[in-house]
Each structure stands twice: as C-alpha cells, then as structure tokens.
T-cell receptor, first 108, second 110 residues
Framework: KNEVEQSPQNLTAQEGEFITINCSYS?????LHWLQQHPGGGIVSLFMLSSGKKKHGRLIATINIQEKHSSLHITASHPRDSAVYICAVIVVGNQFYFGTGTSLTVIP | DTGVSQDPRHKITKRGQNVTFRCDPISEHNRLYWYRQTLGQGPEFLTYFQNEAQLEKSRLLSDRFSAERPKGSFSTLEIQRTEQGDSAMYLCASAGYGYTFGSGTRLTVV
C-alpha cells in the first residue's frame, strides 16, 4: 500500500482545457509538494503547501489537511505543460513519500 | 550555475563493480536528500542529511548503499557490488527555504 496515491495515472487533454490532478495520502504530514518532472528527468518543485491554497501563474494547488487530500489545477493548459506531475509529502523527520506521478500530455 | 549539480550524468557499470555518485547542493542549503527513481515510478526516498549529520538512513535499500556528507557541503552516494536491479536514476535535492532538485545520475548496470 502506498502512503501517497495520485489520480489519474495518465491524462491527455486538449490545449486550453482545465486540468485537475488529485493526491491522497494516509500519513500525518508537515507539508506537501507538487513536483513537475520533464522527459529528461529534471524535477522542479512547483509548490510546497501546508494549508489552504497557492497560485502561481496558471497553476493552483490546494490542500485539505482534514481530508488528507490535495489537488493541482492547471488552467488554460498548453503543450509545454506536458510532463509528469508528482505529489510528495513530508512526514515527521523530514522524510518524503512520493506518489507514482501523473503523466500529462496536452495536445495542440 | 547556482543549482544542484550531480556528477556523473550517466554511468554504465558492470555487475559487481562499485560506483560512487556526487551531489553538490546549493551552498546555503543545509539539508540534502538522495532519491532513486526507476522507470515509470515516482522517486523513492533513500537518505537525508542535515549539515554533515545523516538523520535518516533506514530507507537505504540495502547495506550495499551508503552515503556521506563529510563537511556538510557535497555528498556522495556509493553502491557496492552493483546488481542489475540497481539500474535507475539517482536524484539529489537540497533544501533551505525551498527545495531544488539536481538533474540526476542515470545508472545502468550491465
């Protein structure tokens, strides 16, 4: 059983669509990350959340601590958003647990 | 370049050989993490340093894996007696106020 579950595993969208990726976790956390991994393997940290909502450009991340759930939204999706999006939680002791990722393809 | 750098980018080794990877974190970051990522999977946490202290190593995959950060700056990850199952991307990240990931070292054991 994974401590972090993401859905969907794969997602294909038309350019311009609103996209939601979900993350549920089963452990107590101090924070949650949304990461973006491009085909070459490099990982970029998009957001670190411990409560509420954060917005950066077309990206919005929300977290509900009571429900142990977070969502990443992409508005007006673009082909350059195509990547793997990974949810990672930080637990006591600064250890990470990672989801298996959501592979997003945005078609022009 | 002030990001996290990892060396080498790619390593091909024969089964049974020892390999060592290096990670140079962002200089003002005191925390350093190692992860492993196999094809199609999310990253897997291996170990974590705060300055030179290795605060978590129970998630290292076996006693063939060891990591050091002797002066609290760069870190090395060593795999002894490599096996084909060790083939993966090994990622390093450093953390201060934010987290920055390196581009990884891709290991292929043949």
């Amino acid at each position: 059983k994974n401590e972090v579950e993401q859905s969907p595993q794969n997602l294909t969208a038309q350019e311009g669509e609103f996209i939601t990726i979900n993350c549920s976790y089963s452990v107590g956390i101090s924070a949650l990350h949304w990461l973006q991994q491009h085909p070459g393997g490099g990982i970029v940290s998009l957001f670190m959340l411990s409560s509420g909502k954060k917005k950066h450009g077309r990206l919005i991340a929300t977290i509900n601590i009571q429900e142990k759930h977070s969502s990443l939204h992409i508005t007006a999706s673009h082909p350059r958003d195509s990547a793997v999006y990974i949810c990672a939680v930080i637990v006591v002791g600064n250890q990470f647990y990672f989801g298996t990722g959501t592979s997003l393809t945005v078609i022009p | 370049d002030t990001g996290v750098s990892q060396d080498p980018r790619h390593k091909i080794t024969k089964r049974g050989q020892n390999v060592t990877f290096r990670c140079d974190p962002i200089s003002e970051h005191n925390r350093l993490y190692w992860y492993r990522q196999t094809l199609g999977q999310g990253p897997e946490f291996l170990t974590y340093f705060q300055n030179e202290a290795q605060l978590e190593k129970s998630r290292l995959l076996s006693d063939r894996f060891s990591a050091e950060r002797p002066k609290g700056s760069f870190s090395t990850l060593e795999i002894q007696r490599t096996e084909q199952g060790d083939s993966a991307m090994y990622l390093c990240a450093s953390a201060g106020y934010g987290y920055t990931f390196g581009s990884g070292t891709r290991l292929t054991v043949v």
